[in-house]
C-alpha cells in the first residue's frame, strides 16, 4: 500500500534551519506532483510550497525564498529546507502526493515543527 514517511521535525530556535524529508513508497513517484503543507492549532491546513516531477516549483508567499523544496526521484523522497524559520512556522507539516492522471492523492502522518526560544 502507499506510505508516506515524513521526518525531520523537531525544536529549534528562531532564524534556526530544518530539513523533512518524505520517503514515499507503494507508488510510481514520478507520477505524482509532490506537496507539503501545514496546519497550526486552531487554524486550517495550508499548502507550504509544491514540486512537479520535472521540479517545477511554487510556494507560498510566506516562505517564498525561505523554504526551498526539492525532489529527489530515484529516492522517492521529497525535501523542504526550512531556513529563518520563525515563530509563526510552528505547525504540524505533512506531506501530499497528488497523482497527476486523476487528482486522488495520499497523505503523511506530519512531523512536528516547533520554533521557540
Known amino acids: 500500500q502507499v506510505q508516506l514517511v515524513e521526518s525531520g521535525g523537531g525544536l529549534v530556535q528562531p532564524g534556526g534551519s530544518l530539513r523533512l524529508s518524505c520517503a514515499a513508497s507503494?507508488?510510481?513517484?514520478?507520477?505524482?506532483?509532490m506537496r507539503w503543507f501545514r496546519q497550526a492549532p486552531g487554524k486550517e491546513r495550508e499548502l507550504v510550497a509544491g514540486?512537479?516531477?520535472?521540479?517545477?516549483?511554487n510556494y507560498a508567499n510566506y516562505v517564498k525564498g525561505r523554504f526551498p523544496i526539492s525532489r529527489d526521484n530515484a529516492k522517492n523522497t521529497v525535501y523542504l529546507q526550512m531556513d529563518r524559520l520563525k515563530p509563526e512556522d510552528t505547525s504540524v507539516y505533512y506531506c501530499?502526493?497528488?497523482?497527476?492522471?486523476?487528482?486522488?492523492?495520499?497523505w503523511g502522518q506530519g512531523t512536528q515543527v516547533t520554533v521557540s526560544s
Open positions: 514540486i512537479t516531477r520535472f521540479s517545477s516549483t
Open positions: 501530499n502526493a497528488l497523482r497527476i492522471v486523476d487528482g486522488g492523492d495520499y
Open positions: 507503494g507508488l510510481t513517484f514520478s507520477n505524482y506532483f
